[in-house]
C-alpha cells in the first residue's frame, strides 16, 4: 500500500502532466491555418513552387502541410505563387492561386461527377 507521503508526491506530477497536455494541444495549428498538399494521383509527384523550385516530393497518397502567413491571401493584389505537379509519367497539374490558409490542393485527375480538386486547381497538358 502507498504511503501518503508518495501519494502526496504523485498529485502535483499528475496535475504537471495535465498542464503540459493542455499547453501543447493548444498550440496545435487549427485546420483552417494550415495549407495542405495531397497527392491523389496514384503515382509519385514532385511538386515545385513559384519557377521551379522543389517543394515536395510526394507518394501516392502523401501530403504535406503548411503554415502559411495568416494575412496571406488577405492583400491586393495576391502573392504571385503558383505550385506545379509533376508526375513520373510527365503529367502536369498546376495550382493557379497563392498558398492560403485553410486552403487543400487535391492532386488528381478530374472525372465527370467528381468534387472540384481546388479553386485554382487545373491540369495542363
Given at each position: 500500500m502507498a504511503?501518503?507521503?508518495?501519494?502526496?508526491?504523485?498529485?502535483?506530477?499528475?496535475?504537471?502532466?495535465v498542464l503540459v497536455t493542455f499547453a501543447l494541444a493548444a498550440c496545435q495549428p487549427?485546420?483552417?491555418?494550415?495549407?495542405?498538399?495531397?497527392?491523389?494521383?496514384?503515382e509519385n509527384v514532385v511538386v515545385t513552387w513559384n519557377r521551379g523550385d522543389l517543394y515536395a516530393n510526394?507518394?501516392?497518397?502523401?501530403?504535406?502541410?503548411?503554415?502559411?502567413p495568416p494575412n496571406r491571401c488577405r492583400v491586393t493584389p495576391l502573392p504571385d505563387d503558383r505550385f506545379t505537379a509533376t508526375t513520373e509519367t510527365g503529367k502536369r497539374y498546376t495550382?493557379?492561386?497563392?498558398?492560403?490558409?485553410?486552403?487543400?490542393?487535391?492532386?488528381?485527375?478530374k472525372t465527370p461527377g467528381s468534387p472540384p480538386?481546388?479553386?485554382?486547381?487545373r491540369r495542363t497538358p
Open positions: 504511503s501518503r507521503a508518495s501519494r502526496l508526491r504523485i498529485r502535483p506530477l499528475a496535475g504537471a502532466v487549427y485546420r483552417d491555418e494550415i495549407f495542405n498538399i495531397v497527392n491523389e494521383t496514384g510526394l507518394p501516392p497518397g502523401g501530403s504535406i502541410e503548411k503554415i502559411p495550382y493557379g492561386r497563392p498558398m492560403c490558409p485553410g486552403e487543400t490542393w487535391h492532386i488528381r485527375e480538386a481546388s479553386a485554382g486547381d
